[in-house]
């Protein structure tokens, strides 16, 4: 079968005339170049839609020396270049699409979940390496065959057929994250997983023990990336894999219902950190621990997951109708804007407990009241004679909080407080935050 028709449509422009150049460059050495992996998928697929992300990724396989290659291409070209002279990979960036360049390599595993051993090895040596037979064809870029699908794994009839297929019986005990990755697959693509492959992915569950926590937590944003990860958490927990990430995960319709609502309100960038603080929204302090250490998550993520639930079971300070907007800004302030964002979302049901109003406080904070600032800066009460250091801290602070609470709406007003509370020989001490 040749795609060279569907290459020239699908890839841009200016990536096709790349990796064209890439493989010309390539021949001269007298090395081959393939597309290979998602791309190759897609392609077959049809469906420009199917690509996560809005990059182009391209993976391409070398019979030769990867690196060389990436470099040689790097001095004719805007590319940032990183190679990786171990693995004999290259990564070359564009402003907006990324190649990796790998050389054709064969892969052993001296046990379970580590990582593996790298030898050169021929194409073929190299598409049988790889996690499912939907990602283990490639595309030759070579002139004389430009175009030809190479698929010697079937993965053409297992996309035809809506299969998402291992490669051999021992693949998810080599890498277990491929049972992940099978799962987000099969709900990325509407698939099933074919009957020996759910067997064994049942079977090598316990498997996920030998891989470390950046491998899971890599995966998982991953899985964060896809349009309704709900979907592959839900499957995920149905499988019995989610337990063994941490036995306190639930992947139930809570957690369906509230990543839709998050996918709503939050922008792109923010909702992986988002989805993070709802999938532990019903642990404990001491299960948070368990899993912020079982995932090695960044200080700045686990802030944020231990502020929603620190937040969590402070709700109930919120649940009052007579709340000032300063006095809820002083409540939230010292929160991640996320595990606002997270807590509110939780709340948002028709009935149930904290009330709503606690859900319209976590909101009123999140649209208005952390984005308020005093008209009047420090340069301009100085010069109404209030002198810098604690006193005009203080005088700021009430400025603020008359702003938050309306009763300031005019720079005007503000001088006139200023110089009111001036008059007054403004000393006391500042209200401390509250807890
Ligand atoms: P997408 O980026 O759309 O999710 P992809 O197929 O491009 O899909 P990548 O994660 O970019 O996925 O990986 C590129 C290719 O590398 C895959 O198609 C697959 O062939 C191979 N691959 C990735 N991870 C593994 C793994 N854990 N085991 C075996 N092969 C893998
Ligand atoms: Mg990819």
Not at 68 to 79: F, R
Not at 153 to 182: C, M, V, W, Y
Not at 417 to 424: F, G, M, P, V
């Amino acid at each position: 079968m040749n795609l060279a028709r569907q290459i020239e449509q699908y890839l841009p422009q200016q990536l096709l005339e790349l990796v064209k150049d890439i493989s010309g460059q390539a021949a001269e050495q007298g090395q081959r170049v393939y597309l290979v992996g998602g791309v190759v998928r897609d392609l077959l697929l049809g469906d420009p839609s199917l690509r996560s992300g809005l990059r182009f990724d391209l993976d391409l396989v070398v019979e030769g020396d990867a690196v060389k290659l990436a470099q040689q291409v790097a001095e004719t070209s805007q590319a940032k270049l990183l190679a990786h002279h171990r693995f004999g990979t290259a990564k070359l960036r564009y402003e907006i699409f990324t190649l990796d360049l790998a050389t054709a390599r064969k892969e052993t595993y001296a046990r379970p979940g580590a990582l593996p051993a790298v030898t050169p090895g021929t194409f073929k040596d190299d598409l049988i390496r790889r996690d499912f037979s939907i990602n283990a064809m490639a595309i030759s870029l070579a002139s004389n065959d430009y175009g030809e699908l190479v698929d010697p794994h079937q993965g053409k009839n297992d996309l035809e057929h809506r299969l998402i297929r291992i490669l051999h019986p021992g693949s998810f005990s080599d890498d277990a994250t491929r049972i992940l990755r099978a799962v987000r697959y099969e709900q990325r693509l509407g698939f099933e997983l074919e009957t020996q492959t759910a067997q064994l992915l049942k079977q090598d569950i316990p498997m996920l023990d030998t891989i470390s926590g950046d491998r899971i937590r890599h995966e998982l944003e991953l899985i964060f990336k896809e349009k309704q990860p709900e979907l592959v958490i839900k499957r995920l927990a149905e499988l019995g894999v989610l337990p063994r990430i941490s036995p306190f995960l639930k992947g139930d319709g809570w957690i369906a219902e509230k990543f839709d609502k998050a996918r709503r309100l939050q922008k792109p960038n923010q909702l992986p950190s988002l989805y993070f603080c709802l999938l532990i929204y019903s642990f404990s302090e001491r299960e948070i621990e368990q899993f912020l250490t079982r995932l090695n998550i960044s200080a700045k993520l686990s802030r944020a997951m231990c502020d929603t639930l620190r937040l969590k079971t402070s709700l109930p300070l919120l649940d009052k109708p007579s709340l000032k907007p300063s006095e809820i800004y002083y409540l939230l302030r010292e929160y991640e804007p996320v595990a606002i964002q997270a807590n509110a979302i939780a709340t948002d049901e028709k009935e149930g407990t904290p009330s709503l109003i606690v859900h319209h406080d976590l909101q009123l904070f999140l649209t208005k009241l952390r984005y308020v600032r005093t008209s009047l800066s420090g340069g301009e009460l100085k010069r109404l004679g209030i002198p810098a250091g604690p006193e005009m801290g203080q005088v700021l602070q009430v400025l603020h909080k008359a702003k938050l609470d309306g009763e300031v709406r005019s720079k005007a007003d503000e001088k006139k407080l200023a110089l009111s509370l001036k008059a007054l020989d403004f000393h006391t001490d500042p209200e401390p935050p509250r807890e």
